[in-house]
């Protein structure tokens, strides 16, 4: 069964650093998504992307979190200069024509 | 956002049936109940979802009460594999964004 992957697993930073998780969603699926989780709290939307453009993002994709879908499989997000609050599960999710969004298995940053 | 209410812990015997409730009080006509479920240390997976009739799938089975306002996922042999937490979640027709409450935490009792 076709599946969502996200790389790297775990990720450990400098706060001020830049980072970018990378994920690989379903192929021939056109709607892509990052939502984060912050230890003990619940799973948060971030933005949403179709067409090579942000659809919809929330309150906390502010000026310091960037998406890119640089090829044709990847689909990014990028966090310009880290800070100790961005420590969380970030997980990708992909949806092709129907309501059902396939998610990753995560990317756990931590930011020191 | 449209808001939903679920109990914050439930416990099941294995084998048996289990019943998850969940309240949408404010539900609009277009809104869509999905439910989702995290298990432990995982992303969160889809389980079923539904907009007015009740939906069955391999996993589940979406009861959804004739004034919409309410709804429940009914597991029909919970196994351990089963214990998580299941979010319900209404999807509003001009948005595919989830947005996550607290959810109900089921455990599964051998």
């Known amino acids: 069964e076709p599946e969502v992957t996200q790389t790297p697993s775990h990720q450990v930073t400098q706060m001020g650093q830049e980072v970018i998780l990378r994920c690989v969603p379903i192929s021939n699926h056109l709607y892509f998504y990052w939502y984060r989780q912050i230890l003990g709290q619940k799973v948060e939307f971030l933005v949403s992307f179709y067409n090579n453009e942000i659809s919809e993002k929330s309150e906390i994709f502010d000026d310091q979190f960037s998406v890119e879908r640089p090829d044709g499989s990847n689909f990014t997000l990028k966090i310009r200069s880290t800070k100790l609050e961005d420590s969380a599960m970030y997980f990708c999710?992909?949806?092709?024509?129907?309501?059902?969004?396939?998610f990753g298995p995560g990317t756990r940053l931590l930011v020191l | 956002d449209a808001k939903t209410t679920q109990p914050n812990s439930m416990e099941s015997n294995e084998e048996e049936p289990v019943h998850l409730p969940c309240n949408h009080s404010t539900i609009s006509g277009t809104d869509y109940i999905h439910w989702y479920r995290q298990l432990p240390s995982q992303g969160p997976e889809y389980v079923i979802h539904g907009l007015t009739s009740n939906v069955n799938n391999r996993m589940a089975s979406l009861a959804i009460a004739e004034d919409r306002k309410s709804s429940t996922l009914i597991l029909h042999r919970a196994t351990l594999r089963d214990a998580a937490v299941y979010y319900c979640i209404l999807r509003m027709d001009s948005s595919y964004k989830l947005i996550f409450g607290s959810g109900t935490r089921l455990l599964v009792r051998p």
């Open positions: 999710a992909s949806r092709g024509l129907g309501e059902t969004q396939y």
